[in-house]
Nanobody, 130 residues
Framework: QVQLTESGGGLVQTGGSLRLSCVVSGRSFSSYVMGWYRQAPGKERESVAAINWSGTSTHYAESVKGRFTIARDNAKNTVYLQMNSLNPADTAVYYC???????????????????????WGQGTLVTVSS
């Protein structure tokens, strides 16, 4: 089991940028597929972005494509979410996610992520004002 610690949230105006960070402690970071999810008030938690073990493959929700970038640094046990061109619809608590997806899934890693999710971190609040 791993522990996830998110940071970087805050209040930003429409059009602004934020970078979220998630430090992972516990088992080997490079063996985990990582992702970011968010939950807005009154809505279900949704996947925002994900990245495979080595950082060579990523997946984004349609709503954030071209605006958000996920990256990881396996030497620092950290995953990042760079968020640009923010708008009020991006307001939510953002959660880091780790999935011990076996390497056998190869290019199908994203589809397997939800099956292997570790317990969530505490989340970090992002508020975008209009």
């Amino acid at each position: 089991q791993v522990q996830l610690t998110e940071s970087g949230g805050g209040l930003v105006q429409t059009g602004g940028s934020l970078r979220l960070s998630c430090v992972v402690s516990g088992r080997s970071f490079s063996s985990y597929v990582m992702g970011w999810y968010r939950q807005a008030p009154g809505k279900e938690r949704e996947s925002v972005a994900a990245i495979n073990w080595s950082g060579t493959s990523t997946h984004y929700a349609e709503s954030v494509k071209g605006r958000f970038t996920i990256a990881r640094d396996n030497a620092k046990n950290t995953v990042y979410l760079q968020m640009n061109s923010l708008n009020p619809a991006d307001t939510a608590v953002y959660y880091c996610a780790a999935g011990a997806v076996p390497s056998k899934y190869g290019n199908s890693w994203y589809g397997a992520l939800y099956r292997y999710l570790e317990p969530w971190g505490q989340g970090t609040l992002v508020t975008v004002s209009s």
